[in-house]
C-alpha cells in the first residue's frame, strides 16, 4: 500500500469509508500498477552495461504472470526511465537510466526521514551527515524532527516516513512492538548523543532514595528504561514529561534527580552528576536507520545514498566547527 494512502486509511473510522477509499484507488493498485512500481523500484540505483533480470526471475519474484512483467518493463521503458539493449543469449542489458524517473514511477516523489531535534552538537551533526548522503537523491529529502524514539517508530510503522533514525538500544525495543520495522544499518562511527549521567539537585554523590521526585518521558525509550531502573523498589514519585520538559522541571527545582545525556546545559548549570551505570554502552550511544519491511524494496533504495564514512565524515566536521550545520 502505498503510504500517502495508508496514512488516509488509518485516519478513516468506519469500514464503509474504508471501502469507499478501496474503491476510488481500486484503479491504481490493481495487479498492473502494483508490478510497475515495484519494477520501477527495484531498478532504482542499476547502472549503466548492468544486466537486467529476466522475466523468469522477475516473475518469481513478484509472483506475477510473465504478461504484466512483460507490459511493466514496456511501460517504464516508453516513459524513458530506462533504455534497454538486447544482446541475444547474453540476455538484457541497461543502455541508460533516469533515476529521477525511476523514483516517479516508484511513487517516491521524495524521501522524508525522522529523528530526534538536532539541539545538540552530536545529533545536529548526525542530521548533517545524513543530509549531505543524501544529496546524490534524485528526489526531494527532508527531516521530520520528533522527540521520542517509540514516537517515531509509530509514525515509521505507519509508513509517514521512509526511514527513522534511533539508538541501538531504543531500536531493539521498538521493533517487538512494531514487526514491520527493521534496522537498515548501524552507524558504527556516528554518535547519537552523550551518555546518560544521574542529575543531583543534592551535591555530594547521592542516589535516588525513598521519597524523591524524577521525571522521564516513557516515549524516550532510553531515558526511560534508566529511569524506572535507577528507581526500581524504591517510593520515588515519577512525573511523566516530555523529555525537554523534564530538564525545565529539574533547572526550576521542581524534582530531585533526572536521568539525560550529558549534553552542554549540564556544565552550564554546574549540576552535579553521577554516571547512571550501563549509560554509556555502545548500544545507547550508536544511531541506527531503521525502515519499514512493507515500504517495497526501500531498504536497498537507501543503501544506495546513505553511506555511514561520509555520514559520520560530517558529523566530526561539525562538531568540529568545520563545517556548518546544513539541515533539510
Known amino acids: 500500500m502505498d503510504r500517502n494512502v495508508k496514512f488516509i486509511y488509518d485516519k478513516v473510522d468506519s469500514a464503509e469509508g474504508r471501502r469507499q477509499l478501496f474503491e476510488g484507488f481500486s484503479k491504481k493498485y490493481k495487479k498492473s500498477w502494483l508490478i510497475n512500481t515495484q519494477v520501477a523500484?527495484?531498478?532504482?540505483?542499476?547502472?549503466?552495461?548492468?544486466?537486467?533480470?529476466?522475466?523468469?526471475?522477475?516473475?518469481q519474484k513478484y509472483g506475477s504472470?510473465?504478461?504484466?512483467?512483460?507490459?511493466?518493463?514496456?511501460?517504464?521503458q516508453k516513459s524513458g526511465a530506462i533504455a534497454l539493449e538486447k544482446r541475444g543469449k547474453m540476455g538484457t542489458y541497461i543502455g541508460s537510466a533516469d533515476q529521477k524517473a525511476l523514483f516517479r514511477l516508484g511513487e517516491l516523489e521524495y524521501i522524508t526521514a525522522t529523528m530526534p531535534p538536532a539541539v545538540t552538537g552530536d545529533l545536529a551533526g548526525l542530521a548533517t551527515g545524513i543530509c549531505d548522503a543524501m544529496e546524490e537523491c534524485p528526489?526531494?529529502?527532508?527531516?521530520?524532527?520528533?522527540?521520542?524514539?517509540?514516537?517515531?517508530?509509530?509514525?515509521?510503522?505507519?509508513?509517514?516516513?521512509?526511514?527513522?533514525?534511533?539508538?541501538?538500544?531504543?531500536?531493539?525495543?521498538i521493533i517487538p512492538r512494531y514487526p514491520d520495522l527493521e534496522i537498515l544499518m548501524s552507524l558504527d562511527k556516528c554518535v547519537y548523543s552523550p551518555p546518560f549521567v544521574l542529575c543531583c539537585r543534592r551535591?555530594?554523590?547521592?542516589?535516588?532514595?525513598?521519597g524523591d521526585t524524577v521525571a522521564a518521558d516513557s516515549s524516550s525509550t532510553d531515558q526511560y528504561l534508566l529511569t524506572k531502573r535507577l528507581c526500581?523498589?524504591?517510593k520515588v514519585r515519577i512525573i511523566e514529561k516530555p523529555y525537554i520538559t523534564c530538564r525545565a522541571l529539574f533547572i526550576s527545582g521542581e524534582i530531585d534527580f533526572l536521568v539525560y545525556r550529558n549534553e552542554s546545559w549540564i556544565q552550564e548549570y554546574h549540576v552535579a552528576t553521577i554516571p547512571v551505570e550501563n549509560g554509556g554502552k555502545a548500544e545507547y550511544i550508536v544511531p541506527v536507520v531503521l525502515i519499514n519491511r512493507q515500504n517495497y524494496n526501500i531498504g536497498n533504495i537507501l543503501r544506495t545514498f546513505l553511506r555511514p564514512a561520509l555520514i559520520a565524515c560530517s558529523q566530526t566536521a561539525v562538531k568540529e566547527r568545520r563545517k556548518e550545520m546544513q539541515i533539510y
Open 41 to 59: 523500484r527495484d531498478l532504482i540505483g542499476c547502472s549503466t552495461g548492468g544486466r537486467l533480470p529476466t522475466i523468469q526471475e522477475f516473475t
Open 65 to 76: 504472470s510473465r504478461g504484466i512483467v512483460q507490459k511493466a518493463l514496456e511501460s517504464v
Open 139 to 173: 528526489v526531494p529529502f527532508n527531516f521530520a524532527f520528533i522527540h521520542g524514539a517509540d514516537k517515531r517508530g509509530a509514525a515509521l510503522s505507519r509508513m509517514i516516513y521512509d526511514f527513522a533514525v534511533t539508538s541501538h538500544a531504543a531500536a531493539r525495543r
Open 203 to 210: 551535591p555530594g554523590g547521592q542516589t535516588i532514595g525513598d
Open 232 to 234: 526500581r523498589g524504591k
